[in-house]
């Protein structure tokens, strides 16, 4: 149980594209997804709290404009970087639970490689 | 933000080994969490304990929360080549005001002796 599915698994594309990612609870109704960054040989950096049917929150530093979060149902919820540079390169990756007092269970990441 | 002190870095194991690895914080924690992640995956949920001074084994893993509620430790018994990757803990508080977050630390990255 408690399978979170992350798509696509890697996505190259030229500067200037927006590039969404998919975040999907397969098992479970997920009231909270979080997005994640990782640099290599880094731990993980929490980007945002997505909350289904209401705004994301965002982490200090984070540009919510930049990194645009929709969380429509109970099982979905997309994060799109808008208007990528080769800085936005990097390893993302959503969790998802079902309340508060579950354990986060983490998608398969998303390697953003920005030319 | 917030990040807690995980050790060692990194480690080498020699299959039949026991490794051990903790995680301290200055902060008090109600929820540890242990995940292991291997290259280009996300973390996978290996032990989670809710009670302080609870101790908690999931095959060859045994994990510990820490009676103060600032460390736990994770060991692995009898340690198999397929132990190799990073292990993260992370620390929630459960509370509405924190959002039920996650603070995870540096990691520790397992490999095989030479």
């Known amino acids: 149980g408690a399978v979170v599915s992350q798509h696509p698994s890697r996505v190259i594309c030229k500067s200037g594209t927006s590039v969404k990612i998919e975040c999907r609870s397969l098992?479970?109704?997920?009231?909270?997804m979080f997005w994640y960054r990782q640099f290599p040989k880094q731990s993980l950096m929490l980007m945002a709290t997505?909350?289904?049917?209401?705004?994301?929150?965002?982490e200090q530093g984070v540009e919510k404009d930049k990194f645009l979060i929709n969380h429509a149902s109970l099982t979905l919820s997309t994060l799109t970087v808008t208007s990528a540079h080769p800085e936005d390169s990097s390893f993302y990756i959503c969790?998802?639970?079902?309340?508060?007092?579950?354990?986060?269970?983490f998608g398969d990441g998303t390697r953003l490689s920005i030319l | 933000g917030q990040q807690l002190n995980q050790s060692p870095q990194s480690m080498f194991i020699q299959e039949g080994e026991d490794v051990s690895m903790n995680c301290t914080s200055s902060?008090?924690?109600?929820?540890w969490l242990w995940y292991k992640q291997d290259p280009g995956e996300g973390p996978v949920l290996l032990i989670a304990?809710?009670?302080?001074?609870e101790l908690t084994s999931n095959g060859r893993l045994t994990a510990q929360f820490g009676i103060t509620r600032k460390d736990s430790f994770l060991n692995i018994s009898a340690s198999i080549p397929s132990d190799v990757g990073i292990y993260f803990c992370?620390?929630?508080?459960?509370?509405?005001?924190?959002?039920?977050?996650?603070?995870f630390g540096g990691g520790t990255r397992v490999l095989v002796k030479p």
């Open positions: 304990l809710y009670k302080a001074g």
């Open positions: 902060s008090i924690f109600n929820t």
């Open positions: 997505s909350n289904e049917g209401s705004k994301a929150t965002y």
């Open positions: 098992d479970f109704q997920a009231t909270t």
């Open positions: 992370a620390g929630q508080l459960r509370e509405k005001a924190a959002g039920n977050k996650l603070t």
């Open positions: 969790s998802a639970t079902s309340r508060g007092s579950q354990p986060q269970h």
